[in-house]
């Protein structure tokens, strides 16, 4: 275990700055996060460890979780690390956070559950620009949701991939005839109507002995299925044919159409000649592979599993295929800055708008972005580098990028302590200011407020001091950049500091409900005359009881 520290040591003496030391060495904790007034999770808070103008400024997805990690679930950071979105409605762990295209619209979709370390229980989430959950899927047949993959596809279906117990003979392992495996299942899904439009399992075409994962002694029953195959991903190309990535046979398999194998690219039934210096098809213990036009795969090589240890550092590996002569070559590898080993998780992503390469670490918590050919342009840590060894702060796979307009359906977040205002609205993206305006009424209609102040976003939460004179009543609006007014908080007022009762919504989402209040107040009412006088003859009987109320 000291060796990690070790491990860790040609990280810090990277460390560019005092704020990046203390960040590392774990002072601000081992997933440093900042205490908000107007929300009610702490936000997390990054280390920019590498910077380089050359980075996409697009947002980021990743799915903190872990130990250390309060809150998981999914998140979205802009390109400098400040927090965006926090997704409050999901209380469990989130995985592959990303944005995704349906029907011509964005979503942003996620797994969310839970997992046994081998595989998740959960389902699949896809929320729309306000962060509803227009959809939610699950398997066909009695499958989990897995938790590897939930990639959308072109033609309105969603890839997913799936653990099924089953039984194998597994003599070629030295065990029983009868013994149990984890199958692997991949799955096509319509998405608007939830019908299987393809399956394949592993087994119909691997058998146990391909496997590099060590059987130990599992398989002998239901209850300790031995996972052969590991199925971490699956991709479709614009001909059909799928993708599938298998962390223990080390393969990449290309599947048609009507389920037969094309070709498979690593492993010990590897299709290919490597004809390139370093060889393209040796990757051990991998994740998100991903098919690219002109018979580009690009892998997270992993090169270790846990305590099998195979590769010298992780890394993303890019493939070019020769699928005439069956020749494989390496177009690019990815090398890790932490020169560490992740021994779970992670994957590799060509950043759509710019072309720069993104590697989540997995079980490290850090991501990096990389030039195309190879340079590492930006590295941002979610968590304290001398303990990325552990696992205990995470994220799947992280992404970058995609277009993401946010506009949340509910009103901005404030907080009004003595003169000081806290301001957020999570997962709001196009503000850009907020604009403090009075009234003298606490219902006036909106040109009946005053402009007062205009404060810029800083950050998540923006902090400002109310002037001293100011009108009866307040609220702020929220200003996109073009001075347009996307909502606004609750009105206070401005002797008491307190919120007027009732919430106004952002414009076009008012609802008049004249007649909840005055009912709410007057139930708040009559519960409160129950109780005191429940109470009071609770006393009443005590006291007659033990005079306690005759303390003279
Ligand atoms: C998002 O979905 C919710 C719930 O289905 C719906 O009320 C809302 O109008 C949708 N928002 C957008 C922008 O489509
Ligand atoms: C797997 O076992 C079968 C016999 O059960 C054998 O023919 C085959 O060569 C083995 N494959 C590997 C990769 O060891
Ligand atoms: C899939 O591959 C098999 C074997 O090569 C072939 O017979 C079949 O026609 C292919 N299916 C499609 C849809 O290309
Ligand atoms: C395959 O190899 C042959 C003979 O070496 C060569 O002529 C041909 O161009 C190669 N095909 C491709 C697509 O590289």
């Known amino acids: 275990m000291l060796l990690a520290y070790f491990a860790s040591l040609p990280l810090l003496t990277r460390v560019g700055s005092w704020y990046s030391f203390w960040y590392n060495v774990g002072f601000f904790g081992l997933f440093p996060t900042q205490d908000l007034n107007s929300f009610e999770i702490d936000s997390p808070v990054v280390d920019i460890f590498q910077w380089d103008p050359r980075c996409d400024y697009g947002y980021v997805f990743l799915g903190p979780r872990g130990s250390s990690v309060t809150n998981p679930g999914p998140v979205i950071l802009d390109a400098r690390g400040n927090v965006v979105w926090i997704g409050t409605q999901f209380d469990l762990q989130a995985t592959d956070v990303k944005v995704q295209r349906y029907r011509g619209q964005d979503y942003l979709t996620f797994w969310s559950g839970r997992d046994d370390?081998?595989?998740?229980?959960?389902?699949?989430?896809?929320?729309?620009?306000?962060?509803?959950?227009?959809?939610?899927?699950?398997?066909?047949?009695?499958?989990?949701?897995?938790?590897?993959?939930?990639?959308?596809?072109?033609?309105?279906?969603?890839?997913?991939?799936?653990?099924?117990?089953?039984?194998?003979?597994?003599?070629?392992?030295?065990?029983?005839?009868?013994?149990?495996?984890?199958?692997?299942?991949?799955?096509?899904?319509?998405?608007?109507?939830?019908?299987?439009?393809?399956?394949?399992?592993?087994?119909?075409?691997?058998?146990?002995?391909?496997?590099?994962?060590?059987?130990?002694?599992?398989?002998?029953?239901?209850?300790?299925?031995?996972?052969?195959?590991?199925?971490?991903?699956?991709?479709?190309?614009?001909?059909?044919?799928?993708?599938?990535?298998?962390?223990?046979?080390?393969?990449?398999?290309?599947?048609?159409?009507?389920?037969?194998?094309i070709f498979v690219l690593g492993g010990k039934r590897n299709s290919f000649t490597d004809v390139s210096g370093e060889p393209a098809s040796y990757f051990s213990w991998q994740h998100d592979a991903n098919w690219h036009p002109n018979s580009v795969l690009t892998v997270f090589d992993n090169g270790r599993a846990d305590s099998h240890v195979s590769g010298d550092y992780s890394r993303g590996l890019s493939v070019s295929l020769n699928l005439q002569n069956m020749t494989s070559s390496v177009l690019q590898v990815y090398e890790n800055p932490h020169y560490l080993l992740s021994p779970s998780q992670g994957s590799m992503q060509v950043i759509p708008e710019t072309g720069n390469i993104l590697i989540g670490w997995g079980h490290i918590p850090a991501y990096t972005e990389y030039a195309p050919d190879g340079e590492v342009l930006c590295d941002i840590h979610f968590g304290a580098g001398l303990f990325f060894e552990w696992g205990w702060v995470k994220s799947y796979r992280v992404f970058k990028?995609?277009?993401?307009?946010?506009?949340?359906?509910?009103?901005?977040?404030?907080?009004?302590?003595?003169?000081?205002?806290?301001i957020s609205w999570n997962g709001a993206t196009e503000v850009t200011g907020w604009m403090l305006e009075c009234s003298s009424y606490p219902h006036a209609a909106d040109e009946e407020f005053e402009s007062i102040l205009f404060v810029s976003k800083d950050g998540f939460e923006t902090v400002f001091e109310l002037p001293?004179?100011?009108?009866?009543?307040?609220?702020?609006?929220?200003?996109?950049?073009?001075g347009q007014r996307l909502g606004y908080t609750k009105v206070f007022d401005s002797s008491s500091g307190q919120a007027v009762s009732g919430i106004i919504l952002p414009p076009g989402l008012e609802e008049t409900v004249p007649l909840q209040e005055p009912l709410l107040?007057?139930?708040?009412?009559?519960?409160a005359i129950v109780v005191i006088w429940r109470c009071y003859r609770k006393l009443q009987s005590i006291s007659s009881r033990w005079n306690l109320l005759d303390i003279s």
Not at 402 to 422: K, M, Q
Not at 469 to 477: G, K, Q, T, V, W
């Open 117 to 261: 370390s081998i595989h998740g229980y959960g389902s699949y989430y896809m929320l729309n620009s306000s962060y509803d959950t227009s959809y939610v899927l699950t398997p066909v047949g009695d499958i989990d949701g897995d938790l590897h993959e939930f990639r959308i596809t072109e033609d309105a279906t969603a890839l997913i991939t799936g653990y099924e117990i089953t039984t194998a003979d597994l003599s070629s392992l030295g065990k029983s005839h009868k013994g149990w495996i984890y199958d692997a299942v991949i799955q096509e899904i319509d998405i608007e109507t939830g019908h299987l439009i393809f399956q394949w399992r592993a087994s119909s075409f691997y058998a146990v002995n391909d496997t590099f994962a060590p059987i130990g002694d599992r398989g002998s029953g239901k209850d300790n299925p031995f996972d052969y195959f590991h199925v971490n991903s699956v991709d479709k190309d614009p001909q059909g044919n799928y993708y599938v990535s298998s962390r223990y046979l080390h393969t990449v398999t290309c599947i048609n159409s009507t389920g037969e194998v």
């Open 401 to 422: 990028g995609g277009a993401w307009t946010g506009r949340p359906s509910v009103p901005p977040d404030i907080d009004v302590y003595e003169n000081t205002v806290y």
């Open 468 to 482: 001293d004179e100011l009108d009866s009543y307040f609220r702020i609006a929220a200003l996109d950049s073009g």
């Open 521 to 527: 107040a007057a139930c708040a009412l009559g519960t």
